[in-house]
Every structure is written in structure tokens, then in C-alpha cells.
């Protein structure tokens, strides 16, 4: 069976050269190019699959990404070399842009590359603390471990991530029926009794109110909606841009529950990376500045990166967090404990969960009061819309005929 070649060769002048070429094997190929005087530096079949991988339509997500680590991680720690490991998931892998992404990275592989460098070649969305768990794997001879570290700790992001999520989903519906129950209220019930506006000019505010806010929005309605989408429309837009976004966070973290709320998520995520990246050996300075990555907060990340500076300047990790005010004193402690007793890694990760458990009592706390204020809030535009009504009929009913 024919099939199609892609080479790389040298000729004698030393002049690098590409081409395609159809044959049976590999080998077929070698033997035709050495008859034409070149030396075969790389050879490799031509899939079209490749560019249907890239292509592809479907959508990668964290969780796949995560998962083809995880099996990744699996085969080194088994003792499988990193060019079969890689090649394996080249070919088995669930996802088609997975599969491209380590053809990619098995092509780097086989040439010579690091796992670092293979892994940026596969060009997939992985954070920064990955490459540098990756790097310090391979310095340490486990890179096994590095990558299941690194997998660990996108996996707690994710979670994290998720239990945001839908911790906010019944809190919105709640909201957008609220709403739909208001505009229904003002589109079809309160413009059947706007003939009262014609009979009688002596309505009370309240109901004069109402009635013609129902009328204009069933003349209006296109207009009315158009202007319900325009705000969250305008906080994307806003959410979308770094200086905006900024302002909007410090804005945020003022409020009273939400903030703190916010600020526990930092914490947690911070000391989660700062562990991983202790106990893979990477050098402080550079923990901490890939640390200060994951805090979203912009007050808390410029203390954070103020930390590193003062830790490089030879003061000690838990001195600069408290100088800073960047935890709370039992985080200090925690940090102090781990520093004299050379157990860093372990108090961070206790810091961690603390700060996980804190965390997700403040979005409980936070949820908990969401709920009853968009329950009376909505109670109350539909119970005035309802007085409303109700005055203009009674008004209109004393009217003498």
C-alpha cells in the first residue's frame, strides 16, 4: 500500500531540504534519497488526521486536558521513557486536539528536546507553575511526580473553579425567573387595565405609575429588552478589559462578604501553588513569583510580589507576609512553624486547607444572603404592581357615572 512521506534531508552543499514523497515504507524513501545524493535527517508519515486534529470543531477542555496528563504522569512513574509515553498519547488519546498536540510534542521528543520544551511545543493551555514543575522534574530526575503534582494542583483549581459555579447557578435562576416574572407582569397583566388611564385622571401616583410603566413596555417591548441586555452586556465588555477589570476587583473585594469570600479563594490558591512548587525544588524567589500568578485580587497580588522582593532582599517568608499583611495571624504562624521546623511545604498545604474550608463558608454565607434579598426584592416589585392595580380599579370603581 502507497503512502506519503514527509522529509527532511541534507544535500552535499549542506543545504537543508523538505519535500513529500509516496512510497511503501519508509525505508522505500531512504533508498530513493540516497540514490539522489541527500542524507535523511527526519522522516515521518504524512497524516492528514493532524490537520483535522487542529481543526477540529470540538471543544478541549480543562478536564481533558487534565485527565491526558494524569495518564501521562502514570506511564513515567511506571518507568515508561518519555518518547513512548508522549507517542502512546498521540495515538490513544480521547480528544483529536490532544492527539495533535502530543504528535507535536513527540516530534520534539525525538529530535532531541527536552519535556519541557516538548510540552511548549504541543502548544496546549497549561499554566505557568506547569512548565516550571516540569523543569524541576527533570533536574530531579522525577518528573513523574513534577507532572502529577502539577496535575493535582490544576485539578484543585478546577474544583475550585466548578464549586463557584455551580454554587451560583440557583441564586441566578432565581434572579432571571424573578425578572421574567416582573416583565411578564408588565407586558400582558397591567396592560389589560390601562383603559383606566382613559377613565379617570384622578388615579392615585401609585397606580398612575404602574399602569402607564405597563403600557409603554407592551408598546415597547423591543426596546425594553433591549435595554435589560444592555447592562450585563456592559459588564462583559468591562470584565473583558485589564484596567477596567482591575477596578472592578478592587471594588469587589470592599464589599463585606464577597470580598472576604474572594480573598480566602486567593489564599487557598496561592499557598496550593507555593507548596507544589517547594516540594518539586524550585528555587523560592521563582515559587513565589509564579505564586503571585494565581491571586486574583490586585491589592493582594501587589503585596504578594512586594514578598518576593523582600524574601530575595534576605528577609524570612513569614516576616515579609506579616510586614505585607497578606494572611491572617494563624497564617503567619503556620508559615513560621514550617520555616524552623524545614517542614514549609507541609504548613502550606495546611494554610491551604484552611483557607479552602474558610473560603467556602464565606460563599455559603454569601449565597445564603443572596437568596432571601432576590426573593423579597422581586416580593416587592411584584407585590407593588399588584397595589397598583388594585388602587386603580378601586379609584376607578368610586368614580360617579
Not at 131 to 153: F, H, K, P
Not at 231 to 239: D, I, R, S, T, Y
Not at 240 to 251: R, T, W
Not at 336 to 358: D, H, P, W
Request: charged content about 15%; overall charge neutral.
Amino acid at each position: 500500500m502507497t503512502q506519503h512521506f514527509k522529509y527532511q534531508a541534507i544535500d552535499q552543499q549542506g543545504k537543508t531540504i523538505h519535500g513529500e514523497m509516496s512510497a511503501h515504507s519508509q525505508r522505500e524513501v531512504v533508498a530513493q534519497l540516497l540514490q539522489q545524493q541527500l542524507t535523511v535527517t527526519d522522516i515521518e508519515l504524512a497524516q492528514p488526521v493532524q490537520d483535522e486534529d487542529q481543526r477540529s470543531r470540538q471543544r478541549l477542555t480543562t478536564e481533558s486536558i487534565i485527565t491526558a496528563l494524569y495518564e501521562l504522569a502514570a506511564m513515567l512513574n511506571s518507568g515508561v521513557s518519555a518518547v513512548e509515553a508522549v507517542g502512546a498519547q498521540a495515538t490513544s488519546s480521547a480528544h483529536p486536539k490532544l492527539r495533535y498536540a502530543f504528535k507535536l510534542a513527540a516530534k520534539t521528543l525525538r529530535h532531541g528536546g527536552s519535556f519541557e520544551q516538548a510540552m511548549d511545543a504541543s502548544q496546549l493551555p497549561l499554566p505557568n507553575y506547569v512548565n516550571y514543575l516540569i523543569r524541576a522534574g527533570e533536574m530531579t530526575g522525577q518528573l513523574g511526580q513534577a507532572l502529577s503534582d502539577a496535575c493535582v494542583q490544576m485539578q484543585y483549581e478546577l474544583t475550585i473553579k466548578n464549586e463557584t459555579r455551580n454554587a451560583l447557578i440557583y441564586p441566578g435562576i432565581l434572579v432571571i425567573s424573578g425578572i421574567s416574572a416582573v416583565l411578564l407582569m408588565f407586558v400582558y397583566v397591567v396592560p389589560s387595565f390601562t383603559n383606566l388611564l382613559e377613565q379617570s385622571d384622578r388615579l392615585p401616583f401609585l397606580a398612575w405609575a404602574v399602569l402607564s410603566s405597563g403600557k409603554w413596555a407592551n408598546e415597547n417591548f423591543l426596546l425594553l429588552i433591549l435595554l435589560l441586555l444592555v447592562p450585563p452586556a456592559v459588564l462583559f465588555f468591562c470584565w473583558s478589559q485589564p484596567g477596567i477589570k482591575v477596578q472592578l476587583l478592587e471594588k469587589i473585594e470592599s464589599l463585606p462578604v464577597v470580598g472576604e469570600w474572594i480573598s480566602q479563594a486567593d489564599v487557598a490558591a496561592w499557598s496550593k501553588v507555593l507548596s507544589s512548587l517547594v516540594r518539586n525544588r524550585v528555587e523560592l524567589i521563582t515559587a513565589l513569583e509564579l505564586a503571585a500568578e494565581s491571586v486574583r485580587m490586585p491589592s493582594r497580588k501587589h503585596n504578594m510580589i512586594k514578598v518576593k522582593n523582600a524574601v530575595r532582599g534576605g528577609e524570612s517568608l513569614s516576616v515579609a507576609l506579616e510586614a505585607n499583611q497578606c494572611l491572617t495571624a494563624t497564617g503567619y504562624n503556620l508559615i513560621r512553624v514550617g520555616e524552623r521546623a524545614g517542614k514549609l511545604e507541609e504548613m502550606l498545604n495546611a494554610l491551604s486547607n484552611l483557607y479552602t474550608i474558610q473560603g467556602q463558608q464565606r460563599m455559603k454565607k454569601a449565597l445564603i444572603l443572596i437568596e432571601p434579598i432576590a426573593i423579597l426584592t422581586i416580593g416587592v416589585v411584584i407585590g407593588t404592581i399588584i397595589v397598583g392595580i388594585m388602587l386603580a380599579i378601586t379609584s376607578a370603581n368610586d368614580i360617579p357615572l
